[in-house]
């Protein structure tokens, strides 16, 4: 492996453990300072912050369904591991790989809350748009999962998605060349 491919995993798993720790805390400081508390209005009737315990997915799909979160997410983590190290070492897949830390920690951060509480800890509400109540490792799935689509609409080429494509394609070939 070549000193600037073990570097951007390095970057990347401080990044990913940074993030993992900001989501974790920050709901931390949730429970401490929100739960069985009024809300918090940082900005009235537009943000405030309000505890609440999500027993479901985004907008509280599949409540009370924990089991499929407890197969699918450690398969979705698996994934995205297994793209984010075949995938080509080159610029204009950087990117990329942030796109793919970003998913990565946020699944994580809230497969944790699953495992540990059986709910996930959210306190974000734009109460201006009565938009769901979230948290920060919903805002790095979400923002990850924009930008992932603008790449696909606007950056990336076909020939660029067939090279991506084809790096998870696993041959005997490519098993050689690595060793």
């Known amino acids: 492996m070549s000193k600037h491919k073990y570097t951007g995993y390095l970057l990347a798993l401080v990044a990913f453990v940074v993030l993992l720790w900001l989501d ?4 931390q400081l949730a429970v401490t ?3 069985n508390q009024s809300d918090v209005f940082l900005i ?13 997915a985004a907008f509280s799909l599949l409540e009370n369904k924990m089991w499929l979160f ?9 994934a995205i591991l297994y793209l984010f ?5 080159k610029k204009e897949y950087h990117i990329l790989r942030v796109i793919l830390v ?3 920690a946020g699944a994580l951060g809230n497969y944790i809350d699953r495992i540990q509480y059986q709910y996930v800890i959210d306190f974000i509400y734009v109460s201006l748009i009565h ?9 790095y799935v979400t923002c990850s999962v924009i930008v992932l689509f603008l790449l696909i609409l606007f950056v990336y080429s076909d020939e660029q ?3 991506i494509v084809s790096c998870l394609k696993w041959t005997a070939k490519q098993e050689e060349n690595e060793s």
């Open 44 to 56: 009235p009737g537009v943000l405030q912050l309000h505890y609440l315990e999500n027993t479901g």
């Open 161 to 163: 998605w067939n090279e």
């Open 24 to 27: 974790q805390w920050t709901k």
């Open 102 to 104: 970003l998913l990565m």
């Open 70 to 78: 407890y197969i699918f997410t450690p398969i979705l983590c698996g």
């Open 85 to 89: 190290l075949r995938l080509p070492n």
């Open 33 to 35: 300072h929100l739960m």
């Open 131 to 139: 938009f769901p109540v979230f948290n920060v490792a919903d805002i």
